[in-house]
């Protein structure tokens, strides 16, 4: 169901609930204000033709009640210490017995007879012993189902007045949320973002925006990826080339001994470059994975970045840029996943050999709820303005390779609830600043839950 008929008939069933229960409400302290006045009226009117009548003799005071009663039209009868002296009813007269009082402030008592309802008052006649009950044939509110027919009339006009202006108010949310649905159905990673549409209203605008930045996001992401595409097409190209090439010149004997050699070595160079690669992409996809697993032990911090180094060395040797570790005599331990996390310095060592001019140093600082780990190069650095593309998946900066091994060490690094993030060394070069907490660590948000179970 759309949204425009949802709140059309919502705010239509809280419509008819509320007008419902105030008509009744309205209808019951209506009835009892005119039951009231009614009353009020019956006691004034009755007081004043007990007023008006002589009792100085019964023949003088019947000949008055007849006088009275062909004006008003009430019935009237007489009583003297209880016995009927006088009665305009012409054949028999209501039974009293049967009659109730229906207004304490006003003594007005009702009685049904031959099929009217009759309500009547007691009254005193002056300068006599004579009392008179004077019965007036009427309902109890006059006009009352004409003021209950007006209040009707005029719930109704205001449902209908209150529906339209809500099916006006939908229509103010609903135009607005068509065009966001509109516009985001024209999103397209390949298209050039657009700019969002312009509101009144703050939360449709906000909507909007995110909308916007969502499309922005998409298309660098699509451009990442072609550029990742172009990039890992090349870098496959080149030491498949130089594979096949080399095998080549290998099966046809076109080579020395010596050059044999070399081309064998060649091609396992250039095989095991096209393994990491491959390595790269299948580990990012494994961390975006519900089923990968962390095994978090307690693990000296120190060892870890010593394999990687050694991992790296032929690579740093190669390029002429020396590794300096700080801490190298000393224990910083940590619970992680220590093969993941030699993964994580891997790559910043890497990134940091190709950008070093002369040398890459690690430094830890330990402290009682955190440790921080320090990656600092010598190299140009990184501009302030791709601090935080640096991670974004398949983006590759000035000398970068797949764009992935940034992306990959963000990605190990949060699983340890821990933050990367990149700044400016000493030597005015890129500074990669690792902080993960001695505390509230996966492994022991498992074992913590696992002892509330």
Not at 20 to 32: E, H, K, Q
Not at 58 to 71: G, Y
Not at 116 to 129: G, H, R, V, W
Not at 279 to 297: A, E, P
């Amino acid at each position: 169901m759309k949204i425009r008929l949802k709140l059309v008939m919502y705010f239509g069933i809280l419509l008819l609930f509320s007008f419902g229960v105030a008509g009744i409400l309205t209808s019951y302290f209506l009835g009892m204000a005119l039951d009231r006045l009614v009353y009020s009226n019956v006691d004034g009117m009755n007081e004043t033709i007990a007023e008006s009548l002589d009792g100085s003799s019964l023949n003088e005071l019947s000949d008055t009640i007849a006088t009275v009663r062909e004006v008003t039209g009430v019935e009237m009868i007489v009583f003297d210490e209880n016995i009927v002296q006088y009665t305009t009813f012409p054949m028999e007269q209501p039974d009293l017995t049967t009659a109730w009082k229906v207004s304490n402030d006003f003594q007005v008592y009702q009685v049904r007879f031959q099929d009217q309802n009759y309500f009547y008052t007691l009254e005193n006649i002056e300068d006599s012993t004579y009392q008179i009950l004077i019965l007036r044939a009427e309902e109890p509110s006059p006009g009352s189902d004409r003021v209950y027919y007006a209040s009707f009339v005029g719930i109704l006009f205001l449902v209908l007045s209150v529906s339209s202006v809500s099916f006006i108010t939908t229509r103010t949310f609903t135009k607005p949320l068509r065009e966001l649905a509109e516009y985001a159905n024209r999103l397209s990673p390949e298209n050039t973002p657009e700019p969002r549409p312009e509101f009144t209203t703050m939360e449709f605008n906000e909507l909007g925006s995110a909308l916007e930045k969502t499309s922005i996001r998409l298309h660098e992401y699509h451009q990442n990826e072609q550029e990742f595409l172009h990039n890992f097409s090349h870098e496959m190209k080149t030491p498949l080339t130089n594979i096949y090439g080399y095998a080549e010149a290998m099966h046809f004997n076109v080579l020395s001994e010596e050059e044999d050699k070399n081309a064998s070595l060649v091609i396992m160079n250039e095989s095991e470059k096209l393994k990491n690669t491959i390595n790269q992409i299948l580990l990012l996809g494994r961390l975006g994975s519900t089923l990968q697993t962390f095994v978090f032990q307690k693990n000296n911090v120190v060892d870890v970045i010593n394999d990687a180094m050694n991992g790296v060395a032929i690579e740093a040797k190669d390029a002429g840029i020396e590794l300096r570790f700080r801490n190298m005599e000393e224990d910083h331990y940590l619970s992680c996943d220590a093969d993941k996390l030699e993964n994580v310095f891997v790559n910043l060592l890497s990134n940091g050999i190709r950008y070093a001019k002369t040398a890459v140093t690690i430094t830890i600082q330990d402290a009682v709820d955190k440790m921080i780990i320090f990656v600092d190069d010598d190299g140009p650095g990184v501009p302030e303005s791709e601090s935080k593309k640096v991670f974004e998946r398949f983006y590759t900066g000035f000398k970068g390779h797949t764009g992935l091994g940034l992306t990959i060490a963000q990605s190990i690094v949060e699983h340890h609830q821990g933050t990367i993030c990149v700044g400016r060394s000493p030597d005015n070069g890129a500074r990669f600043i690792l902080r993960f907490p001695k505390k509230g660590t996966e492994s022991e948000a498992k074992a913590e839950k696992r002892k509330t179970r």
